[in-house]
T-cell receptor
Framework: GQQLNQSPQSMFIQEGEDVSMNCTSS?????WLWYKQEPGEGPVLLIA?????ELTSNGRLTAQFGITRKDSFLNISASIPSDVGIYFC??????????FGAGTRLTVKP | DAGVIQSPRHEVTEMGQEVTLRCKPI?????LFWYRQTMMRGLELLIY????????DSGMPEDRFSAKMPNASFSTLKIQPSEPRDSAVYFC????????????????FGPGTRLTVL
């Protein structure tokens, strides 16, 4: 099946720093989604991308849909403690079933 | 809006027992999804419904798993008999394509049910 590879697996950063994480696939995805999950909660949708090359922002978050349709990145600027959580990329595969990456665990030190 | 509601939030049961997880999607959402999350396998789609009809159940691991959606506001995921390897967090999600087929992808997740099978 179509796999999504996320990196890095985890990040430990200082408050105020910028963060970048990415997601790649060996096959094309026509939609890329970024979710955040906090402990004890379900994933929450942050950004949805539908066009190759699209760059979309949501507050301090910016995500881009790669031109090849095989990758996407998420940037967080000026991180704050509440950014802590696990960030997942996701996309519907050829059968329209949603696939999720393994996640990037972000820790922000005050 | 109350969001997606799941119950129970936690379930501890013994191997061999029947387990029923419940979900109330966001009102008006046509799609309902069941996922399982484990450390080893991450988030996996089990089954999803459109207008109460099961569309794709290829992710359901075994015949011990079954899901129903008797009406637009309620769905159940049942495991019978349960096994220790079924221990995981089970999420329900819903979405509403509205006027855009793309919006089907923008899924709203419930808080999950943490299942422990001893």
């Amino acid at each position: 099946g179509q796999q999504l590879n996320q990196s890095p697996q985890s990040m430990f950063i200082q408050e105020g720093e910028d963060v970048s994480m990415n997601c790649t696939s060996s096959s094309i995805f026509n939609t890329w989604l970024w979710y955040k999950q906090e402990p004890g909660e379900g994933p929450v949708l942050l950004i949805a991308l539908y066009k190759a090359g699209e760059l979309t922002s949501n507050g301090r978050l910016t995500a881009q849909f790669g031109i090849t349709r095989k990758d996407s990145f998420l940037n967080i600027s000026a991180s704050i403690p509440s950014d802590v959580g696990i960030y997942f990329c996701a996309g519907p595969d050829n059968n329209n079933d949603m696939r999720f990456g393994a996640g990037t665990r972000l820790t922000v030190k005050p | 809006d109350a969001g997606v509601i799941q119950s129970p939030r936690h379930e501890v049961t013994e191997m061999g027992q029947e387990v029923t997880l419940r979900c109330k999607p966001i009102s008006g959402h046509d799609y309902l999804f069941w996922y399982r999350q484990t450390m080893m396998r991450g988030l996996e789609l089990l089954i999803y419904f459109n207008n109460n009809v099961p569309i794709d159940d290829s992710g359901m691991p075994e015949d011990r798993f079954s899901a129903k959606m008797p009406n637009a506001s309620f769905s159940t995921l049942k495991i019978q008999p349960s096994e220790p390897r079924d221990s995981a967090v089970y999420f329900c999600a819903s979405s509403d394509p509205g006027t855009s087929a793309e919006a089907y992808n923008e899924q709203f997740f419930g808080p999950g049910t943490r299942l422990t099978v001893l």
